[in-house]
């Protein structure tokens, strides 16, 4: 008689053990919708890293990952670029409602994440004097003689160094004035890299590019004398075909 | 004692176990079949059982129908107590018999023991295998997840190839025009009472079959079989060197079973079941459907089959080796058994089974499937960004953005379906990518129409950097000959 | 038939007696018993044959201010041989590409190839396969890969500002919609 609970102990022990083995499925591995998916790190994976990086960094597209972006980004702005997408460049509509896969809570998350920082943001003592990110709605080509004259003069202080004194490449860095580069990045890009800078490339931000950093008034006119070089052949809506 | 054998003695005259016992377990075998490689068959039926016992136990807590049948896998998965481990003994147990019943019918083969007087039982075992092969498709799609659905819609579009009767058949088993309730129903009662009915009654011919015409001996190079006098031979065989199946044959099959078990037990415990990969939701569209491992070699010949050969294929000779199966007793008769003396055959398993592996290996890569998220979510190495000027960038990223990643790689990372682009430079002239992108051709479609002439510019500036350090990109010879004019001396 | 024309059994054949009769009896009504049973049997089976009659139907895809000039979009319909167990089933994908004029195009989710979900990428303007690579041009015709033909296409209508599609079918070589 005394067996009889021991026995039954045992066989509850190796069927409740059983439960914890390894080929148990973990519920971590569930499989999610991928309108459920709620995971930033995830979802940057998926849906950024491919033009941006895997960290934000090194990637040929605007370089999230820094800091000082995450510290300067405006995330209304930031979720409104990820879900319109931007027209003319190759940046693509991510909104369900526009045709993209991510619904408004994904969008919110991955604002939230990229604001909070991919690889953290900088302190705000560094911050003082940084042009804003986002510039008031400029229009293309409609910028002043006398704003793109000083452009000009802000290029030559800050960029001929490596982007060359003509503007179409020098020691370190590529042409600026390609048609097809200008036809293809938005006013708004060109600034974030001004300021921002791609340090994982070795090009500096607004601080360092000269003795002193940049002012918001030269940022501003220095897209708007890029932006002048436009040519208005070639854009994405003429399209081409050859038979 | 004198008791029990009384009790025994009571049931024996009643239901005559003796009897049954010399006539079954106890008849007795050539000597020389209690061998190694005569294991696979009983295997195999044990795998049956297992089969038998755990699909029973699942239909406790399986629902058949679309709305609930993902809920119940995962309430097996994660809720009920170990119906994870049930599901898992269920899965293993079915690969291992696919792969036990084809090891045997390849023994079989090999050992010529289809032969003389066992055409019949060639046949039955044939049809047994293909009854199972039913019985893992079907079973796949119980799982009525994503591959289940697309399983069966990829099944549909096969027998809708057929000629004349596709509309009825896809109609047949779908139940109706459309994959819905009907179909997992019919699927359902297909795996669960049709084939296992059928494999039953079959196995049952088949085993009498075995007992009625005797085990094969094992085969002698030089030994031929001759219907005159092969029954005669095999008798005087069986008299002279006869052991019982049961104790003395059998112990190799008993011993082989056990493995097996524990190697079902220990896949099942220790890697688990398939997990379902999401509900058999057909607006998920984010899905990549990839068959259950016996199928991934037919999966992926209708990759790389020429397209034009598909239905021919489809029609003629998927029946035709199924006939061809059921037929080699009858091309190949009498004569040589031992494989020694049948190179054709040896020759001919060989590459049959080196054709299915190989077929499986690219179904697990499939080279061929765009990979459908590479676009976004593969990032450009920082090698092919760093000392690239900002056209160069915006043409990686309009590579990026006009999904060219989900066919082609940038050194090994992204779909395999086109040429891996790292070191297209040393291949291609800067014309030759434009015409390429633009107007495709060589299985890539034409380009020209999506893409503004900014973004060829963009793309293949960055497309011409793509070539090794020292590497010289390619240059159509009319520019070669006129830098060599520029540059005398210079190459 | 008269009785008296009826020729006399030859003597060699044994007469009837009354248990070959009763087996014979037997075996014919079992026989027909068989076929109250099995006809209907087959009727039954059969029936998933005879559904197509009613996918005459025009089914509703949704308002066509859904569907904005130029783009391409995921739509679904309801299964028109639904049942209330049918889940997630009973909604059946489609692509709706709207031209820019206006003018729509409806193509069926599955591949021409082997009926995989072939899945639209609009910057590339491309439908791609995930099974066996086809690839196929925003008007549905084949780009690339195993596809034989082009997407399938289902017949719509617009109709009071809605769209409707005469679906209710999965397509395949043999019956292109």
């Given at each position: 008689m005394?067996?009889?609970p021991?026995?039954?102990a ?11 083995l ?14 459920e998916?709620e995971?930033f790190?995830?979802l940057y994976?998926t849906?950024c ?15 999230l ?27 693509p509509?991510?909104?369900q ?6 619904t408004?809570k ?6 939230e994440?990229?604001k ?5 943001s900088?302190s ?10 986002t ?6 080509g409609?910028?002043s003689?006398a704003?793109?004259a000083r ?6 202080t800050y960029c ?5 004194a003509?503007?179409?490449g020098?020691?370190s ?6 048609p097809?580069f200008l ?13 921002v ?6 090009m500096?931000g607004?601080q360092?590019a ?12 220095v897209?708007a004398w ?11 809506a003429s ?5 | 004692?004198?008791?029990?054998r009384a009790?025994g003695?009571?049931?024996?005259d ?10 079954s ?5 050539p000597f020389?079949?209690?061998s ?11 795998c049956?059982i ?11 807590v399986?629902?058949p129908?679309?709305?609930q ?9 994660y809720?009920?107590?170990?119906g994870?481990?049930l599901?898992?003994?269920h899965?293993w ?8 019943v084809?090891?045997?019918?390849v023994q ?9 007087p066992r ?8 049809a047994?295998?293909?009854a ?5 498709f079907t ?8 591959d289940?659905?697309w399983?069966?819609e990829i ?5 809708g ?5 596709g ?5 047949l088993l779908?139940?109706?025009p ?16 049709v ?7 079959l ?15 094992y085969p ?5 079989v001759?219907?005159?006098t092969?029954?005669?031979?095999y ?5 002279r060197?006869g052991?019982r199946l049961?104790?003395e ?5 008993l011993?082989?079973s ?8 220990l896949?099942?415990a ?8 999401g ?11 990839r068959p ?6 037919l999966?992926a010949a209708?990759a790389?089959?020429p397209?034009?050969?598909e239905?021919?294929v ?23 058994r ?10 001919l398993v060989?590459?049959v089974?080196t054709?299915?592996?190989t077929?499986?290996w690219?179904g697990?890569?499939s ?5 459908m998220?590479a676009?976004?979510?593969?990032p ?8 690239r000027s900002?056209?160069?960038?915006m043409g ?6 006009k ?8 050194d ?6 086109g ?6 430079a ?6 030759q990518?434009i015409?390429?992108?633009l ?7 034409a380009?020209?129409?999506h ?13 011409t ?5 020292g590497?010289?990109?390619a ?12 540059s005398p001396?210079?190459r | 038939?008269?009785p ?6 030859p003597?060699?054949?044994?007469p ?16 027909i018993?068989?076929g ?15 559904k ?8 509703a895809?949704?308002?066509i201010?859904q569907?904005?000039?130029g783009e ?26 709207r ?8 193509f069926a ?8 979900p072939v899945?639209?990428f ?9 099974c066996?690579?086809g ?9 690339s890969g195993?596809p ?6 289902y017949a719509f209508?617009?109709?009071r ?17």
């Amino acid at each position: 008689m005394k067996e009889k609970p021991l026995l039954l102990a045992f066989v509850l022990v190796a069927a409740l053990g059983c439960d914890s083995l390894p080929g148990r499925p973990d519920p971590a591995d569930r499989y999610q919708r991928p309108s459920e998916v709620e995971d930033f790190a995830l979802l940057y994976a998926t849906h950024c890293s491919g033009c941006h990086g895997a960290d934000g960094r090194n990637g040929p597209a605007t370089n999230l990952g820094d800091p000082l972006y995450a510290a300067l980004a405006d995330p209304v702005e930031v979720r409104r670029v990820i879900a319109e997408g931007v027209a003319g460049t190759p940046m693509p509509v991510f909104a369900q409602t526009g045709g993209g896969t991510l619904t408004e809570k994904q969008l919110n998350i991955l604002a939230e994440g990229l604001k909070a920082g991919l690889n953290g943001s900088e302190s705000a003592s560094r911050l003082r004097g940084a042009p804003p990110l986002t510039a008031k709605a400029g229009v293309r080509g409609q910028a002043s003689t006398a704003q793109l004259a000083r452009g000009e003069q802000a290029y030559a202080t800050y960029c001929a160094r490596c982007h060359g004194a003509e503007g179409t490449g020098g020691a370190s860095g590529g042409s600026l004035l390609e048609p097809a580069f200008l036809g293809l990045v938005s006013d708004q890009a060109l600034r974030t890299t001004v300021i921002v800078g791609r340090e994982d490339l070795g090009m500096p931000g607004w601080q360092g590019a000269g003795e002193r950093p940049m002012t918001a008034a030269e940022v501003s006119d220095v897209v708007a004398w890029l932006g002048s070089h436009r040519s208005s052949a070639g854009d994405a809506a003429s399209g081409v075909s050859i038979k | 004692m004198n008791r029990l054998r009384a009790i025994g003695k009571w049931f024996d005259d009643r239901l005559a176990l003796g009897r049954l016992y010399d006539q079954s377990l106890g008849h007795r075998i050539p000597f020389s079949s209690s061998s190694w490689w005569y294991v696979f068959g009983s295997a195999t039926l044990l795998c049956l059982i297992i089969q038998l016992v755990t699909g029973v136990c699942l239909a406790l807590v399986y629902v058949p129908s679309p709305d609930q049948a993902y809920a119940s896998l995962e309430y097996l998965d994660y809720e009920q107590p170990l119906g994870w481990y049930l599901r898992g003994l269920h899965f293993w147990g079915s690969n291992f018999m696919v792969a036990l019943v084809t090891i045997h019918l390849v023994q079989i083969f090999l050992f010529g023991a289809y032969k003389y007087p066992r055409e019949l039982t060639w046949m039955v075992g044939s049809a047994l295998f293909l009854a199972t092969i039913g019985m893992a498709f079907t079973g796949q799609t119980m799982r009525f997840d994503q591959d289940a659905y697309w399983g069966v819609e990829i099944i549909v579009s096969i027998l809708g190839r057929l000629p004349l009767v596709g509309e009825a058949a896809t109609h047949l088993l779908q139940g109706g025009p459309i994959v819905g309730a009907e179909t997992l129903s019919r699927f359902f009662t297909l795996h669960v009472f049709v084939i296992p009915a059928t494999l039953i009654g079959l196995l049952v011919i088949h085993i009498r079959l075995v007992l009625v015409l005797g085990i094969s001996e094992y085969p002698e190079p030089g030994k031929v079989v001759d219907p005159d006098t092969y029954a005669d031979e095999y008798e005087q065989v069986v008299e002279r060197t006869g052991i019982r199946l049961m104790p003395e044959g059998g112990g190799k099959d008993l011993v082989f079973s056990a493995l097996v078990l524990m190697a079902i037990v220990l896949c099942a415990a220790l890697i688990g079941p398939k997990i379902p990969n999401g509900p058999a939701d057909p607006s998920l569209i984010h899905t990549v459907p990839r068959p259950d491992f016996y199928f991934l070699s037919l999966f992926a010949a209708f990759a790389l089959m020429p397209p034009d050969l598909e239905s021919f294929v489809i029609v003629y000779v998927m029946p035709l080796a199924v006939v061809l199966l059921f037929a080699v007793p009858f091309i190949s008769r009498g004569g040589e058994r031992h494989p020694s003396r049948r190179p054709g055959a040896v020759i001919l398993v060989i590459l049959v089974l080196t054709g299915l592996f190989t077929l499986a290996w690219e179904g697990v890569v499939s080279p061929w499937s765009p990979e459908m998220d590479a676009w976004s979510g593969v990032p450009v190495q920082p090698r092919f960004v760093e000392d690239r000027s900002p056209l160069e960038h915006m043409g990686a990223t309009v590579l990026q953005a006009k999904q060219c990643r989900n066919c082609h790689a940038l050194d090994g990372a992204g779909g395999k379906r086109g040429p891996d682009l790292a070191g297209v430079a040393t291949r291609l002239t800067e014309d030759q990518l434009i015409r390429q992108v633009l107007q495709g051709g060589g299985n890539m479609p034409a380009y020209g129409n999506h893409l503004s002439p900014h973004e060829v510019s963009a793309l293949v500036a960055f497309l011409t950097t793509l070539h090794a350090e020292g590497q010289a990109p390619a240059r159509d010879s009319a520019s070669w000959a006129r830098s060599a004019r520029e540059s005398p001396g210079s190459r | 038939m008269e009785p008296h024309e009826h020729p006399p059994l030859p003597p060699a054949v044994p007469p009837v007696t009354r248990r070959d009769f009763l087996f014979k009896l037997g075996l014919g009504l079992n026989v027909i018993a068989a076929g109250f049973v099995g006809i209907p049997i087959v009727g039954y089976i059969a029936s998933a044959l005879f559904k197509p009659k009613a996918q005459q139907a025009w089914i509703a895809l949704g308002e066509i201010a859904q569907f904005p000039p130029g783009e391409t979009r995921l739509a679904s319909y309801r299964n028109p041989f639904t049942t209330p167990w049918d889940g997630a089933t009973a909604d059946i994908p489609c692509w709706v590409r709207r031209k820019p004029d206006g003018d729509f195009q409806v193509f069926a989710i599955n591949c021409a190839h082997l009926g995989c979900p072939v899945r639209w990428f609009p910057q590339s303007g491309l439908f791609m396969c995930p099974c066996h690579g086809g690839v196929y041009y925003e008007d549905g015709s084949r780009a690339s890969g195993p596809p034989p033909r082009g997407l399938f296409e289902y017949a719509f209508r617009v109709r009071r500002d809605r769209l409707e599609v005469r679906g209710g079918q999965t397509p395949n070589l043999s019956e292109p919609v």
